[in-house]
């Protein structure tokens, strides 16, 4: 049976008030996290209570035999 783990991302934003999405920047951290095995499989925007939105990426990678659970994790930001 596959087993995997999971990472969720904030997009970043830009602008004095952090209104607007950094597609940029944004995509340098999806990649980056893609070319270390993690794959994309939801995004979704949701308002918060101050009016603002936020964008949130869900990702995932496969574990195996050369990355077993608790080792390489997903904890951290930046692999």
Same mark, same amino acid.
């Given at each position: #049976?596959?087993? =995997?783990? !999971? @990472?969720?991302?904030? %997009?970043? #934003?830009?602008? #004095?008030? @952090? #209104?607007?999405?950094? *597609?940029?920047?944004?995509?340098? &951290? ?5 070319? &270390?095995?993690?794959?994309?499989? @939801?995004? !979704?925007?949701?308002?918060? +209570? +101050?009016? /603002?939105?936020? *964008?949130?990426?869900? /990702?995932?990678?496969?574990? %195996?035999?050369?990355?077993?659970? %608790?080792?390489?994790?997903? =904890? %951290? =930001?930046?692999?």
């Amino acid at each position: #049976m596959k087993k =995997f783990e !999971y @990472k969720i991302v904030s %997009g970043v #934003m830009k602008g #004095m008030a @952090k #209104m607007n999405l950094d *597609h940029e920047a944004t995509e340098e &951290v999806l990649t980056g996290l893609g070319l &270390v095995g993690w794959e994309l499989v @939801k995004a !979704y925007t949701y308002g918060k +209570s +101050s009016g /603002l939105a936020e *964008h949130i990426f869900i /990702l995932k990678r496969e574990l %195996g035999p050369d990355r077993p659970a %608790g080792e390489d994790s997903a =904890f %951290g =930001f930046v692999e």
